[in-house]
Nanobody
Framework: QVQLVESGGGLVQAGGSLRLSCVASGRTFISEIMGWFRQAPGKEREFVAGIVRSNGYTAYADSVQGRFTISRDNAKNTVYLQMNSLKPEDTAVYYC?????????????????WGQGTQVTVSS
């Protein structure tokens, strides 16, 4: 059984920072690609960032480029999302997902396992 558990969300003022963590476990967890998505109320889940496990290659949504950084610790089976210069429009539930593809996909349909999500709220 594959399990993804996110943590690190919370309430922060605009301009502040948060670091999200996603710990993965399970016998068949190992995946080349991991991604972070977010879903705001009334909106579809959208791609935020992705990372390649073996070489650390990353990709970001235009809306977070330069503010967010995705990283991984393979020894701990953990993926992080460092979020700086947060804006009220970053408010959402953030999910990490395990990709079924060999390159970073921005489509949620390419991810087969998801965590329960962690709420990020940015006040103005």
């Amino acid at each position: 059984q594959v399990q993804l558990v996110e943590s690190g969300g919370g309430l922060v003022q605009a301009g502040g920072s948060l670091r999200l963590s996603c710990v993965a476990s399970g016998r068949t967890f190992i995946s080349e690609i991991m991604g972070w998505f977010r879903q705001a109320p009334g909106k579809e889940r959208e791609f935020v960032a992705g990372i390649v496990r073996s070489n650390g290659y990353t990709a970001y949504a235009d809306s977070v480029q330069g503010r967010f950084t995705i990283s991984r610790d393979n020894a701990k089976n953990t993926v992080y999302l460092q979020m700086n210069s947060l804006k009220p429009e970053d408010t959402a539930v953030y999910y990490c997902g395990r990709s079924t593809t060999l390159s970073i996909s921005r489509s949620q349909g390419s991810y087969d396992y998801w965590g329960q999500g962690t709420q990020v709220t940015v006040s103005s």
